[in-house]
């Protein structure tokens, strides 16, 4: 499966930002996909997964509570919901389902 990550950008501290990784060309099928983030000089950090059913979902400590994932019914695209954005949320967003990622999407809270 090919991924296609959206919506980075610049927010301040507090706002909200929303990703999205979409299926190229196909659906994500039954695939857990999963949100992963790297900050520059930092490892790739998991962020949170959603399973193929959508009926289980894990976060990571540092964003849970403050972000959602999600999927939509026809398992085409899966959503980041991030709220309550923090500095130290800069990164580089990944998606990754089935072995494959996504071209990563940037992500700057301004303090």
């Known amino acids: 499966v090919q991924l296609q990550a959206s919506g980075g950008g610049l927010v301040q501290t507090g706002g909200s930002l929303r990703l999205s990784c979409a299926a190229s060309?196909?659906?994500?099928?039954?695939?857990?996909v999963a949100w992963f983030r790297q900050a520059p000089g930092k490892e790739r950090e998991f962020v949170a997964f959603?399973?193929?059913?959508?009926?289980?979902?894990t976060y990571g400590d540092v964003v849970k509570g403050r972000f959602t994932i999600s999927r939509n019914d026809a398992k085409t695209t899966v959503t980041l919901h991030m709220d309550n954005l923090k500095p130290e949320d800069t990164a580089v967003y990944y998606c990754?389902?089935?072995?494959?990622w996504g071209q990563g999407t940037l992500v700057t809270v301004s303090s």
């Open positions: 060309g196909g659906t994500f099928i039954d695939y857990t």
């Open positions: 990754r389902a089935n072995d494959s």
């Open positions: 959603i399973t193929g059913s959508g009926n289980k979902r």
